[in-house]
T-cell receptor, first 113, second 116 residues
Framework: KAGVTQTPRYLIKTRGQQVTLSCSPI?????VSWYQQTPGQGLQFLFE???????NKGNFPGRFSGRQFSNSRSEMNVSTLELGDSALYLC????????????FGPGTRLLVL | GENVEQHPSTLSVQEGDSAVIKCTYS??????FPWYKQELGKRPQLIID?????GEKKDQRIAVTLNKTAKHFSLHITETQPEDSAVYFC???????????????FGAGTRLTVKP
């Protein structure tokens, strides 16, 4: 089976812009979770989607949003970008949720200037 | 919400020695505790996990122990090899779904270096 894929792999944006990241889970996986990884804050959970519904949400501002499509692909959107949003954004998929083995994608490295 | 602390932040061992990484958590409702390994420039990979109804789990050279009373869990790697060098993250997740406090919380990570 193909692994989790994320596009784009690298992005450079300026403050105030918005960005959309995409994640394609492993075939058959219905759960997609998003994480932000930074040197200062480590790995932080953003949200989890299951069957097109947001099931869990971390402690991030409303500028961070997401959605999941009927084919389980997920997108994450960040509006009004801030310098502090520069990070590696990882998505992970699993069959049924974050309590099972999650398979991470390669990540999208976002740089906000 | 959950708070996870991980120690040490860096650990250097000689090849063949054992390595132990410890994590503590605050939310007694947490019942799922995965460990991830992240090599430089690569994605995190689940190496072992444990649920709160089990005290210990082992997979070849890797073992995890859980003390629910003390709210801490540990990763043990025996007979370390240079390829074990990576950053290891622990995590804890409460069991309640549908809550905004049900997010998975990660430790800050431990950078393990195994010297040949």
């Amino acid at each position: 089976k193909a692994g989790v894929t994320q596009t784009p792999r690298y992005l450079i944006k300026t403050r105030g812009q918005q960005v959309t990241l995409s994640c394609s889970p492993i075939s058959g996986h219905r759960s997609v979770s998003w994480y932000q990884q930074t040197p200062g804050q480590g790995l932080q959970f953003l949200f989890e989607y299951f069957s097109e519904t947001q099931r869990n949400k971390g402690n991030f501002p409303g500028r961070f949003s997401g959605r999941q499509f009927s084919n389980s692909r997920s997108e994450m959107n960040v509006s009004t970008l801030e310098l502090g949003d520069s990070a590696l954004y990882l998505c992970a998929s699993s069959l049924a949720g974050t309590r099972e083995t999650q398979y991470f994608g390669p990540g999208t490295r976002l740089l906000v200037l | 919400g959950e708070n996870v602390e991980q120690h040490p932040s860096t650990l250097s061992v000689q090849e063949g020695d054992s390595a132990v990484i410890k994590c503590t958590y605050s939310d007694s409702a947490s019942n799922y505790f995965p460990w991830y390994k992240q090599e430089l420039g690569k994605r995190p990979q689940l190496i072992i996990d444990i649920r709160s109804n089990v005290g210990e789990k082992k997979d070849q050279r890797i073992a995890v122990t859980l003390n629910k009373t003390a709210k801490h869990f540990s990763l043990h790697i025996t007979e370390t090899q240079p390829e074990d060098s990576a950053v290891y993250f622990c995590a804890a997740q409460p069991k309640l779904f549908g809550s905004n406090n049900n997010d998975m919380r990660f430790g800050a990570g431990t950078r393990l270096t195994v010297k040949p």
